[in-house]
Nanobody
Framework: QVNLVESGGGLVQAGGSLRLSCEVSGNIVSRNVMGWYRQAPGNDRDLVAAIFSYGGKNYADSVKGRFTISSDNVANTVYLQMNSLKPEDTAVYYC???????????WGQGTQVTVSS
């Protein structure tokens, strides 16, 4: 079992910045991928950014150049630095952890990000 706890969401004006954090605990296997997803009302949950245990990173086209995913392996925490925020970034942001051996996926409870225009 893996537990994830997100923090750092809130209300920000367009053009502002927020940093989300996700603390991971439990059975953390070495081969994994961690990601940030977001879901706006009426929409699917979409990938925002992912970071692999070997160091590779992926970003959705809509956030490239504005968002940065990073991790602190000592603190077992993954971050999402969000700059130049836009109203369309408004959503609930979820942290995920996937075990690359079993492909099991674990989710955090979500944190609301609201960007006002």
């Amino acid at each position: 079992q893996v537990n994830l706890v997100e923090s750092g969401g809130g209300l920000v004006q367009a053009g502002g910045s927020l940093r989300l954090s996700c603390e991971v605990s439990g059975n953390i296997v070495s081969r994994n991928v961690m990601g940030w997803y977001r879901q706006a009302p009426g929409n699917d949950r979409d990938l925002v950014a992912a970071i692999f245990s070997y160091g590779g990173k992926n970003y959705a086209d809509s956030v490239k150049g504005r968002f940065t995913i990073s991790s602190d392996n000592v603190a077992n925490t993954v971050y999402l630095q969000m700059n130049s925020l836009k109203p369309e970034d408004t959503a609930v942001y979820y942290c995920s952890f996937q075990d690359m051996a079993t492909l099991n996926v674990y989710w955090g409870q979500g944190t609301q990000v609201t960007v006002s225009s």
